[in-house]
């Protein structure tokens, strides 16, 4: 049972355009919402988290909206860039519980120069 | 300053035999944990530790132990390895909400 889903599993975006990965969750205890970035032959890397009590958080051209009736959160990067290809996972855990994480699948983005 | 420090980054078993996968960290973090990456279905937590001394499972724990005498070690043994266990794995520690990785074990098992 995926406790995080995540879609969609492949993006491909243009130069400069939105890039939007959505994540549900079903397990309410979780109370921390991370987004992973990871390149190829490395580890994740935290890009951006938010907590429930509040809706979006923006840090640069990265956004995390948050919907907690619906359970759902979504990320989006503005004005990509081809740098900006690599696999993103959402997570979920309890806060301060970052060494038991539930991630989602992961989505490939790549961006067309 | 190394963060996480996993070796080897590849390997080759057989089934049947063992082996452990060595993870090291510098940064004094108390919480570690193992995960496992396989296509589309992400990171799944294999074992966590909170400190020396202290384990628990997570939600793939069959076929692989693990100990934490150190707060800088947390090896992840597989006593007999199976096809099933080909993955990429990830040891990660982490300090309050963030968990920093390692850059991965690619373990192919024949």
């Known amino acids: 049972q995926q406790q995080v889903k995540q879609s969609p599993q492949s993006l491909i975006v243009q130069k400069g355009g939105i890039s939007i990965i959505n994540c549900a969750y079903e397990n309410t205890a979780f109370d921390y919402f991370p987004w992973y970035q990871q390149f190829p032959g490395k580890g994740p890397a935290l890009l951006i988290a938010i907590r429930p009590d509040v809706s979006e958080k923006k840090e640069g051209r990265f956004t995390i909206s948050f919907n907690k009736s619906a359970k759902q959160f979504s990320l989006h990067i503005m004005d990509s860039q081809p740098g900006d290809s690599a696999t993103y996972f959402c997570?979920?855990?309890?806060?301060?519980?970052?060494?038991?994480?539930?991630f989602g699948q992961g989505t490939r983005l790549t961006i067309n120069p | 300053n190394a963060g996480v420090t996993q070796t080897p980054k590849f390997q080759v078993l057989k089934t049947g035999q063992s082996m452990t996968l060595q993870c090291a960290q510098d940064?004094?973090?108390?919480?570690m944990s193992w995960y496992r990456q396989d296509p589309g279905m992400g990171l799944r937590l294999i074992h966590y530790s909170v400190g020396a001394g202290i384990t628990d499972q997570g939600e793939v724990p069959n076929g692989y132990n693990v100990s934490r005498s150190t707060t800088e070690d947390f090896p992840l043994r597989l006593l007999s390895a199976a096809p099933s266990q080909t993955s990429v794995y990830f040891c990660a520690s982490s300090y309050l909400s963030e968990a920093f990785f390692g850059q991965g074990t690619r373990l192919t098992v024949v």
């Open positions: 940064m004094n973090h108390e919480y």
């Open positions: 997570a979920a855990s309890p806060l301060q519980g970052a060494q038991k994480l539930v």
